[in-house]
């Protein structure tokens, strides 16, 4: 292990969006000034009557929702993005825009208006997976649709208004900011190496195991090198797969354990239900060839030091760079220790 | 103006970074269920014994403030950037790092620890002003510094743990992200039409007025097409100026106006002592040609609906792109009644 990574100011590289995250670590050191307090963890009964997600309640919009037994989705009632909207384009000078049109959706995971992924078993949880893979074929042969943004925010400090288990499919006509800086840099390895970026890197991984959680058949957990969030992580196939619907098998049942484990392991961390969003990254379904693409799903969590102790990215971070005091190896450690 | 974009979902380019904004008007309109309530306006006093900031105060290191009498600067006592950190390289396979040496420094903008720019008058505010072009000369002529930014966290909501009003300066040995992208956009344009991207941009704005919040004669505050945030402002000087140590006579005075106008709207618009992070993008101090730099200071507040609700930018917002709801158009409506 290269001990100036943990001693002094450094930048890391991000392979696969071409940026740079700054690290400082001996900033961990200083004595900690903000709040820290006990949380208190709300028991959420089973079902709610006044929760738009759970089965047989009626939404905002008139619409009943089934009696549902695992995983239900629909289409955002208020979608922020639509397919009948109106297709232009200005060009105005220096003012330049294109319309964007969409298809958004929301899949509760449970009819369990008490649970969370981490509260689900690996069986549960791959039902939301094959609902899933589903969605991505779905939307994706829709000619309108040339990506779609699989995602979940958690806990209200996330943006999250309804504690019911549940998470977001936004698919659209263009690629976004984020998949096209990955695109970029996983095209250029592809064509260079005739290897996939993301499977070259995790061979370096598992060989060197200082960043690695966990692994299993068909998946490896870890923390890349270069994480923004304090306990930021990954999930990765092992194989080089494009898509989550290359998934076959068994391998739908070991991606689901590896949500299960790192998701149970994060809500051990701070003894709380451990806020993030999260979000799978894949070849885009644009009818191109996509074979340099090898998908993964991340968590970006936002808890520093305590339930309640939060990192900020603000000034710095959004007029510079992003920036963490823990590095990666030592949050590996901390939840490696939780499994 | 073109009543397209403030009808359907389209996308906006940043000229600055070469992003885009995903922009949802029709969002907007539906009903707010989040929390909605008045604010306790909490009233400071002048002086606080406990406020490492205040002058005369000890603060957590030992050293005590002198009983400065308008600006005071001095270097973070936990500072995320070091001068004498270790000098260090990692080319591992994929694993690629470096070490960044820099300087962080606080400065108070005024010993009234109950006030924040807002409050003050813009000669007070001109102090500040010439403060910070005097600390990106000194920290620019070092030989180890070449990028310093100047950029301020107001507010608990941004990470802010100190109501005593200051801002930071984080200057290092690279170009940051943010200011990668912004430097690679300038030049390109610079050298293409002998012009700068941003006064081009502004003699455009000029002549629409759609954006247009408030001009004196050296500076204009508008809400970029491109805004990402509800409320995100900027201040652009009209002369083609690299950096603020550009800013001559009057031009410092009228600098200050322009922020005493923004910041008083701001608090204005929904009562409260309005959250923020500030920052000025400027010619970086690397030593060489950077005449297609065009200073500005930009102002991302998170708050969306009122005091208490702002806008989440997670799940679609991190692996996507950022989106909003309230176009640029109406924001600036809505500020500009409050002049
Ligand atoms: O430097 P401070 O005030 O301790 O910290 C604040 O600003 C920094 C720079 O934007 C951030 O990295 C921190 O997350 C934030 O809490
Ligand atoms: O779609 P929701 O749950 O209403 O909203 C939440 O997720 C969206 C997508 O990340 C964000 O744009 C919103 O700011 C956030 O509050």
Redesign the pocket.
């Known amino acids: 292990m290269n001990t100036d990574l943990q001693d002094y100011s450094h930048k890391r590289f991000n392979i696969l969006t071409g940026e740079w995250v700054l690290v400082s670590p001996h900033r961990a050191k200083r004595p900690w000034q903000g709040q820290n307090e006990a949380v208190s963890n709300e028991v959420r009964p089973t079902y709610d009557e006044s929760c738009y997600l759970c089965a047989g309640n009626t939404r905002i919009n008139g619409e009943v929702n089934p009696k549902y037994d695992n995983v239900y989705v629909f289409t955002n009632d208020f979608a922020a993005l639509q397919t009948d909207s109106k297709s232009f384009e200005v060009n105005d000078g220096l003012l330049k825009a294109q319309s964007e049109q969409g298809i958004c959706k929301v899949i509760c995971f449970s009819p369990d208006h008490s649970k969370s992924l981490a509260d689900m078993t690996p069986v549960e949880i791959e039902q939301v997976v094959l609902e899933w893979q589903k969605q991505y074929e779905e939307l994706g042969n829709n000619d309108l649709i040339n990506y779609v943004q699989i995602f979940e925010n958690k806990g209200a400090v996330m943006g999250c208004s309804n504690p019911h288990p549940h998470g977001q499919i936004w698919s659209q006509s263009t690629l976004p900011n984020e998949v096209e800086k990955k695109d970029t840099q996983q095209r250029q390895f592809y064509s260079e190496n005739q290897n996939s970026l993301l499977g070259t890197y995790l061979t370096q991984e598992l060989e060197k195991k200082e960043r690695i959680i966990f692994e299993n058949d068909d998946f490896v957990v870890l923390i890349p090198f270069w994480a923004v969030w304090p306990f930021e992580t990954m999930i990765v196939p092992k194989k080089h797969q494009p898509c989550i619907s290359d998934m076959k098998d068994a391998e739908t049942l070991h991606f689901a354990e590896a949500i299960s484990v790192i998701t149970k392991a994060y809500d051990k961390l701070f003894n709380t239900s451990f806020p993030y969003s999260s979000g799978i990254h894949q070849a885009p379904t644009n009818g191109e060839n996509n074979s340099h693409w090898h998908w993964h799903m991340s968590f970006y969590p936002p808890l520093l030091r305590s339930a309640t102790v939060k990192?900020?990215?603000?000034?710095?971070?959004m007029f510079g760079s992003p920036?963490r005091d823990i590095t990666a190896e030592s949050a590996v450690k901390m939840l490696r220790n939780l499994l």
């Open positions: 990192k900020f990215m603000v000034g710095y971070e920036q």
